[in-house]
């Protein structure tokens, strides 16, 4: 079928099933023509660089052929033509385009939107149940991922490297050695919205032998304000917005989904790539790593270090990093995120009934105490099991001046002034009588 009529039909049928069965049937057919143009659509590594393209509103035109659309295409990816010249060029296409032609399939390909609930995932689905050509698969976008490292626990031997989690947004770099520049969320969206950063990376692109992709977090001075601006139209502000890389690999493996390159090595060409163009790349940092041993005692004093300086500089908590393992397009075991934990002792002051279903019963235990010189009030109210909960509310008179252990991922400043705790959780106490500490 013409491909224009299968989207009409793919954006008529509301029914998944009926279109998955539309897409089979295209396979079979093997309709080469509708899966490429798919691919140019919802593969989100191909961009196209333009923003607005018209609909056509007068039925004229002979038709334009699909390998004249493709000569489009391919100088727009490659950015042979951008500006005035695209502009031109695409509204040539569309003169030559019958109006179906152009409103229902080859506009839509442009703007990356075939309008007809389809997505990669559909597409992938259908190709794989069939066993049709593989060149009729889409490129799913993807980036390396942690896992918690409270469920990887096994995990936590040798050598590790060492990072900050930043709190920022996650941003994948395309550099190309002819100056171009894209740049993704972890999702495949494209971000436009950091010009000064790809404009450094643009300045530096020539020393690069092939395309790469550098991997990081864009920090702003507030997080907030960050996210604000991330999705902006126009008035952007985010010149003070700095991207800190932790990866770098070929853009031909992060196509692949694996760079079998170690992470150790990996670091070391970061950071001999960064040497060389640090001055000029302003808003272009290393995020700084260290390398631990989890089984030697100078180690894990370390990682504890690590860990409370984390926590005064508000990160959001530490990466485990393992040295020799590749760079896989998915979530891996091999990148671990921990939160930092602070343990402190507090006294007890005093005790809130619960609301729900611990009416009747403690709802949290109030806690003041000193922590690295910062007084602390707070109510810490998880961490109890129903049966002590009953218990301690029917004991308050004997809980006043108890020392009860509580963790939590960060000291807070509230408004007026005074500290408390970020999600603050009862361990244990911390003796049997008022003021003991065991």
């Given amino acids: ?27 079979r057919d093997k309709n080469d023509i509708l899966f490429y143009g798919i691919r140019y659509a919802l593969d989100n590594m191909l961009t196209f660089g333009v923003k607005q393209v018209p609909e056509k509103k007068i039925a004229s035109g002979s038709g334009l052929s699909w390998s004249e659309f493709v000569g489009l295409l391919n100088n727009l990816l490659n950015r042979k033509i951008t500006g005035n010249n695209a502009k031109d060029e695409i509204n040539r296409a569309m003169s030559m385009a019958t109006i179906d032609e152009w409103n229902y399939w080859y506009r839509r390909i442009l703007i990356k939107d075939l309008r007809c ?15 049709a050509s593989d060149k009729y698969l889409v490129p799913v976008f993807s980036c390396q991922l942690a ?36 740049q ?13 950063i790809r404009n450094q990376f643009s300045e ?9 992709v550098f991997d990081g977090e864009v920090m702003s001075e507030k997080f907030q304000d960050l996210m604000k601006q991330l999705n902006r139209k ?30 150790e090595t990996r670091s070391e060409a970061l950071n001999i790539w960064y040497n060389l163009v640090k001055d000029s790349t302003p808003n272009i940092k290393i995020l700084s790593s260290e390398i631990i041993n989890f089984e030697t005692v100078a180690g894990r004093d370390r990682l504890r270090e690590i860990n409370e300086l984390a926590i005064e500089g508000g990160y959001e908590g530490i990466m485990i990093k393992d040295l020799n393992a590749p760079y896989e397009c998915k979530r891996s075991s091999s990148w671990l995120k921990a939160k930092p934990v602070i343990s402190l002792d507090l006294g007890v002051v005093g005790v809130e009934e619960g609301t729900g279903k611990n009416k009747g019963s403690l709802g949290a235990i109030v806690c003041e105490g000193e922590y690295n010189g910062k007084n602390i009030s707070v109510n810490v109210g998880s961490g109890f099991s129903d049966e002590e909960r009953n218990d301690i509310w029917g004991n308050q008179d004997k809980l006043i001046g108890q020392i009860a252990e509580v963790l939590a991922d960060a000291v807070t400043q509230n408004q007026d002034g005074t500290y408390s705790l970020r999600f603050p959780r009862f361990k244990s106490w911390r003796g049997f009588t008022a003021g003991e500490k065991i």
């Avoid at 995990?155 to 395309?174: A, N, P, Y």
């Fill in 1 to 27: 079928m013409i491909p224009w009529k299968v989207i009409k039909a793919l954006e008529s049928d509301n029914s998944r099933l009926g279109k998955e069965a539309i897409l089979e049937r295209e396979a």
């Fill in 117 to 131: 609930g389809l997505s990669e995932k559909t597409v992938n689905k259908v190709v794989n149940n069939i066993r």
């Fill in 147 to 182: 896992q918690d490292s409270t469920d990887q626990q096994s995990k936590l031997i040798g050598r590790k490297q060492i990072e900050v989690k930043l709190d920022g947004v996650r941003v994948l770099t395309f550099v190309y050695p002819d100056g171009r520049v894209i």
């Fill in 184 to 196: 993704f969320s972890r999702n495949g969206k494209e971000l436009e919205n950091f010009p000064h």
């Fill in 204 to 212: 530096i692109s020539e020393a690069l032998s092939e395309p790469w």
């Fill in 234 to 263: 126009e008035n952007v502000q985010t010149s003070d917005a700095v991207l800190h890389l932790f990866d770098m690999i070929p853009m031909k493996d992060f196509v692949a989904g694996m760079c079998l390159e170690t992470q």
